[in-house]
């Protein structure tokens, strides 16, 4: 069956590190985003893309950054981490339809990561 | 820009009870997609329900149904015959036809009373 995985699902690391957190996507979608999750926030949009070479940022992008250099991966790397970078990450993707037409999709989510940076 | 609101921080039920869980949302797309996602405690995001706007029939899925009124940009989810697996983390979501970006309310968390 077609997934979408996350790694590390758990990752403690110290201020002023890098981080890079994995998403990989058997789909095949066009779509991927990366969100975070804080209580009383919902999902914020960090960055999204909507193909290999293609990124873009997203409402809360400062301090991180993706590449897409194939349709199965986007990295999420955190250059410096910051105490407020503490959170769960969810990566996603979805479909973009036929050519021309409506996208139709919804998200496919992963399992998530708890990223605690002290 | 959209902007998708949860009014209810908080809500519980009775089992075998129903209950109301309530969206409003803004959108300047003239056409687009609602969804509810769950989350449970294993934090799996699991798709509950989805609403073409265009189409004026409510939908449905088994005891999950919505109640869609498109004037008052309302997307209230409906459950009914509560069960202890349907307490969660609720989101409202909406997502233009053309656009790719899905925008998530706060959420409402659900409790189910024994």
């Known amino acids: ?118 | 820009a959209q902007t998708v609101t949860q009014s209810q921080p908080e809500m519980s039920v009775q089992e075998a009870e129903t209950v109301t869980l309530s969206c409003t949302y803004d959108t300047s797309e003239s056409d687009y997609y609602l969804f509810w996602y769950k989350q449970p405690p294993s934090r799996q995001m699991i798709l509950v329900i989805r609403q073409e706007a265009y189409k004026q029939q409510n939908a449905t899925e088994n005891r999950f149904s919505v109640n869609f009124q498109k004037a008052a940009k309302s997307f209230s989810l409906k459950i009914s015959d509560s069960q202890l697996g349907d307490a969660a983390m609720y989101f409202c979501a909406s997502r233009g036809v053309y656009g790719q970006n899905f925008v998530f309310g706060p959420g409402t968390r659900l409790s189910v009373l024994p």
């Open chain 1, 1 to 118: 069956d077609a997934e979408i995985t996350q790694s590390p699902r758990h990752k403690i690391t110290e201020t002023g590190r890098q981080v890079t957190l994995a998403c990989h996507q058997t789909w095949n979608h066009n779509n991927m985003f990366w969100y975070r999750q804080d209580l009383g926030h919902g999902l914020r949009l960090i960055h999204y893309s909507y193909g290999v070479q293609d990124t873009n940022k997203g409402e809360v992008s400062d301090g991180y950054s993706v590449s897409r250099s194939n349709t199965e991966d986007l990295p999420l790397t955190l250059e410096s981490a910051a105490s407020s970078q503490t959170s769960v990450y969810f990566c996603a993707s979805s479909s973009t339809g036929t050519s021309g037409g409506p996208n139709t999709g919804e998200l496919f989510f992963g399992e998530g990561s708890r990223l605690t940076v002290l």
